[in-house]
DNA sequence: GTCTATACGAAGATAGAC
DNA sequence: GTCTATCTTCGTATAGAC
């Protein structure tokens, strides 16, 4: 008994819990490094030296292990990103943080695509998620720039961020099926005519 | 022999062509009604009545076969777009078509998904070049309205023609997660702007 | 050429031993 | 809490009937 929980359902002991980061975080970096290839959760588990069973432990499945990986990095963006200033400006931290990490890219897009057919629930929820309150910000970022400019605008601003996300977003699908696809100038070329 | 073509190297025989449209034409079918649930190659196989073994005499691949759907619902889709006029009008025309066949998209959506990651070349150079004949064209269009209405732009058409298709894209998954998203307002947001 | 039957290996998931 | 063994399903490969 390491936990002073007494009750029946007393939640995950301390070192479980540092168990699964570092799990999580040795799968980010085998993904960063190795590509999607060898994300079967049996690869991932000889990568970093447990059995494929052991990652079951602690992630309820091989979708729920990657949305996880997502989840840890976009935390890890939005740390990084700061308070920097202007919302195109943060677009393009992040797609110059994205150019030098095409696995991680490329996961995203991976699982984005599974995350629409039905029964990856995970997935579905996360970016569903994900979506939403990427669209919401992004429409408060827009609202307050604009305020804060004296001008104003009457275009829907929920439809603007939607537009950016989507821009964002298919660029860099093409992107990774075509790296003479220019993510940064198409994107300052929408800036221009927002 | 029912081939007139004496050669060593004499192709498919006629039976063999109309039987591989079949299987093509009850594959699209199939897969717009159920979904993707079932796109298993033994799925389909039941679902139409022949063996998983059979699909694969006609296609290389599963990747092969549902690419192959992909590719015939997009010649579909141009014939009946027929000669419609202006960029949008023929964009917003495909997204109202889509709009109706939500296994389809979720279909491109999740094939394009996995084209990304190595391993899937079928599934690739097809996105790969559906993309870059999609931007030759859409620039091409754009350019001819330009010049028909007499104005003239310094942004790069390509680029544009890039955005276009990474938004229409992006928003159709956004849409697939949320079908609040309204895709045809969002297109036309953008079509204002530009 | 067309197709059925069958086998193989890899994958995610599960059960239960320790 | 962790791992081994096993189950099921998948895509793929091959043999051979017609």
Do not use: C
Not at 140 to 153: I, K, N, P, V
Not at 170 to 190: H, M, P, S, Y
Request: glycine fraction near 8%; charge should be negative.
């Amino acid at each position: 008994m390491t936990s002073t929980d007494g009750s029946s359902s007393r939640g995950p002991y301390a070192k479980g819990v540092q168990r699964r980061q570092e799990i999580l975080d040795q799968t980010l970096e085998v993904v960063a490094s190795r590509g999607i290839d060898g994300t079967s959760l049996r690869a991932i588990g000889e990568a970093i030296g447990v059995s494929h069973a052991a990652l079951r432990h602690y992630f309820s499945s091989r979708e729920a292990l990657l949305v996880e990986v997502l989840r840890e990095r976009d935390e890890a963006s939005n740390r990084a990103l700061g308070d920097t200033a202007g919302v195109f400006a943060r677009l393009e931290f992040v797609a110059h943080r994205n150019v030098v990490e095409p696995a991680l890219v490329t996961l995203y897009t991976t699982l984005l695509g599974t995350s629409v057919e039905p029964g990856n629930e995970t997935a579905r929820s996360y970016f569903a998620g994900r979506f939403a309150t990427a669209r919401a910000e992004l429409a408060g970022q827009l609202r307050d720039e604009l305020t804060a400019s004296g001008r104003h605008s009457d275009v829907d601003l929920d439809q603007v961020a939607s537009l950016i996300i989507a821009a964002f977003d298919g660029l860099q699908v093409q992107w990774l099926l075509d790296r003479d696809v220019d993510i940064a100038g198409t994107l300052r070329l929408l800036e221009r005519v927002l």
